[in-house]
């Protein structure tokens, strides 16, 4: 079993929806999520983490994040062109102090 | 200001030589990373120094050899380079070493092995 599984995509769409992202993983001790957002040919960019069940809003972005599921969750309201990425889930690994793994990446593509 | 640098952007060079990435961060963090990503955009963590001090050490080719001269910067020296090789290669930084903290990402360097 993969240790972060991410729909690859590509997951297309319409401008203006809601965008919804979802990230499983396999360490039951994993205490700190992340959401990167990479551009084609750029670096990963952080825009989202989450440490604690529940819902953590910033702007248009919600992290989702359900531990006894080990379900991780991105929504974009209000998707834009500008949103058009990969993003990749990462998580921390409970036994390295200082290591995150990440997932594969979901293709987002918005559609105007 | 770039945060968090690498040289060179691109590398295009041929099998058995060897060859060298540079990376330097400015943000004052302790720790800094080198991660691949291949064709299939997987990003895997190679190494990992805290302080100049080797922290993580995944299952990399002993021909894979990072250098860190000081906290601010990262070096990754390859031998013997092979097709598979081939990839993006990232630095990263972050401050402290729990897997907390947010790592910011060099531009990468594209290796091409021909």
């Known amino acids: 079993q993969k240790e972060v599984e991410q729909n690859s995509g590509p997951l297309s769409v319409p401008e203006g929806a809601i965008a919804s992202l979802n990230c499983t993983y396999s360490d039951r001790g994993s205490q700190s999520f992340f959401w990167y957002r990479q551009y084609s040919g750029k670096s990963p960019e952080l825009i989202m983490f989450i440490y604690s069940n529940g819902d953590k809003e910033d702007g248009r972005f919600t992290a989702q994040l359900n531990k006894a599921s080990q379900y991780v969750s991105l929504l974009i309201r209000d998707s834009q062109p500008s949103d058009s990425a990969t993003y990749l889930c990462?998580?921390?690994?409970?036994?390295?102090?200082?290591?995150?793994?990440f997932g594969s990446g979901t293709r987002l593509s918005i559609r105007p | 200001d770039t945060a968090v640098s690498q040289t060179p952007k691109y590398l295009v060079t041929q099998m058995g030589n060897d060859k060298s990435i540079k990376c330097e961060q400015n943000?004052?963090?302790?720790?800094m990373y080198w991660y691949k990503q291949d064709s299939k955009k997987f990003l895997k963590i190679m190494f990992s120094?805290?302080?100049?001090?080797?922290?993580i050490n995944e299952t990399v080719p002993n021909r894979f050899s990072p250098k860190s001269p000081d906290k601010a910067h990262l070096n990754l020296h390859i031998n013997s380079l092979e097709l598979g090789d081939s990839a993006v290669y990232f630095c990263?930084?972050?401050?402290?070493?729990?897997?907390?903290?947010?790592?910011?990402f060099g531009p990468g360097t594209r290796l091409t092995v021909l």
């Open positions: 120094y805290n302080n100049k001090e080797l922290i």
């Open positions: 943000l004052g963090h302790d720790t």
């Open positions: 990462a998580v921390n690994v409970y036994s390295s102090a200082s290591k995150i793994i």
């Open positions: 990263a930084s972050s401050q402290g070493f729990k897997g907390d903290n947010e790592q910011f």
